[in-house]
């Protein structure tokens, strides 16, 4: 079974390409989206992931970055849901506490097919990321738009943490680190009394 999909999404604020391999053989990823941090963060999905993930990204980054962060979420989320199909014998939860140095973020989440995002990650003073500049603020939105597209109830809380970049990274790789977990086959049936996902 090919757990893969490749899709393609063009508007007049941004144009975006993924491939994703969930089960991920060769181990690539290659991410260009015109914000190195954002590329940073994604590099962490699909590493952290165990996925084969390709993401070209061009968007209106002279307005700021907010259409790019949120179409990638938007594409990622749709990827992702058709290389799962029907989730058949899929291990759907995963959670558990995810550190990066001072930083700590709990990531809970189901591959329901009920969007639902509860993020609690408080931010001091926000300081934007890199050049072009990422406004840490676009984070929720990105996991927001990404769960909703995927069909996932997502929850992801700070429980310590005062670099952002660090809790932003925890973040990331505590959700790609669940998803990874998630996906797991481990039965033939689909995991709900529903029958479906």
Same mark, same amino acid.
């Given at each position: 079974? *090919? ?26 990823? @290659? ?8 590329? +940073? ?16 990204? *061009? ?7 907010? +259409?790019? $962060? ?34 700590? $973020? ?37 996991? +927001?738009?990404?769960?909703? @597209?995927?069909?996932? *109830? ?9 670099? *952002? ?24 049936? $689909? ?7």
């Amino acid at each position: 079974m *090919t757990r893969a999909a490749s899709r393609q999404r063009t508007t007049k604020e941004t144009s975006i390409s993924i491939s994703l391999d969930v089960d991920g053989p060769e181990g690539k990823v @290659a991410v260009t989206t015109g914000l190195p941090f954002f590329d +940073h963060m994604l590099d962490q999905v699909g590493r952290h992931g165990g996925f084969d993930l390709t993401i070209e990204a *061009t968007g209106d980054l002279h307005v700021d970055a907010h +259409h790019t $962060v949120e179409d990638v979420g938007i594409l990622l989320g749709e990827t992702f849901r058709e290389a799962l199909g029907d989730k058949s014998g899929v291990r759907r939860f995963a959670s558990g506490l995810y550190p990066l140095d001072e930083a700590l $973020v709990e990531v809970a989440l189901d591959l329901s097919g009920r969007p639902y995002v509860v993020y609690d990650v408080p931010f001091g003073e926000v300081l934007p990321l890199g050049d072009p500049p990422f406004n840490p603020e676009m984070v929720e939105h990105f996991w +927001h738009s990404f769960a909703v @597209a995927a069909g996932i *109830t997502l929850h992801v809380t700070k429980k310590a943490g005062r670099n *952002t970049h660090h809790v932003i990274e925890a973040t990331f790789k505590g959700v790609s680190r669940c998803l990874r977990d998630a996906v797991r086959v481990e039965g033939t049936g $689909v995991p709900s009394t529903k029958g479906s996902l």
